[in-house]
């Protein structure tokens, strides 16, 4: 096992195809198709690999291979545009290299960009990761639905 780094998708602009087929397959079901299909999703994190300030994604990478992925975007799901305009979004970490702190540092590097963005107030939605996300500071607000979905909706106030 070797050092994981974090590192803006910008660096390694190659990997948008991989990460996208990662989160659409992981998150597809929450999103209707047609806004949200693996082409577009591809091409959303093309985009992202234009620049290293909001929207973006951040790659985990252990060598040369991706192990994770997080990205800060301004929206996350069309219902809730209304919540906030700031979100942790697609925190995605291979299933064989779980268990390993990838995804807090994720989480973390992600709260500490949006912090050096200005970001007042960060978003977030899970379906089931409260206690992951609460143990590192976010705040569970209760539940909503996205797509028939229940999901919490939790925030946190980047320093």
Do not use: K, N
């Not at 910008?10 to 998150?27: D, F, I, K, R, S």
């Not at 960060?122 to 143990?135: G, I, M």
């Amino acid at each position: 096992m070797s050092v994981v780094v974090i590192r803006p998708l910008a660096e390694v602009p190659g990997l948008a195809a991989t990460l996208a087929a990662w989160h659409h397959a992981h998150w597809g079901h929450f999103y209707d198709p047609s806004d949200w299909s693996l082409q577009a999703a591809t091409e959303e994190l093309r985009d992202h690999a234009t620049r290293r300030g909001r929207p973006t994604t951040l790659v985990a990478l252990e060598g040369d291979a991706p192990v994770g992925s997080v990205s800060l975007v301004d929206e996350d799901a069309p219902e809730f545009t209304t919540v906030g305009d700031a979100w942790l979004a697609s925190l995605f970490v291979r299933p064989e290299c779980r268990g390993r702190g990838i995804g807090r540092a994720l989480v973390r590097e992600c709260v500490a960009l949006a912090a050096r963005e200005g970001v007042p107030r960060l978003w977030l939605f899970t379906p089931e990761h409260v206690d992951f996300y609460a143990a590192l500071g976010w705040r569970d607000l209760g539940t909503a639905t996205l797509r028939g979905h229940a999901v919490h909706l939790m925030d946190i106030l980047p320093a």
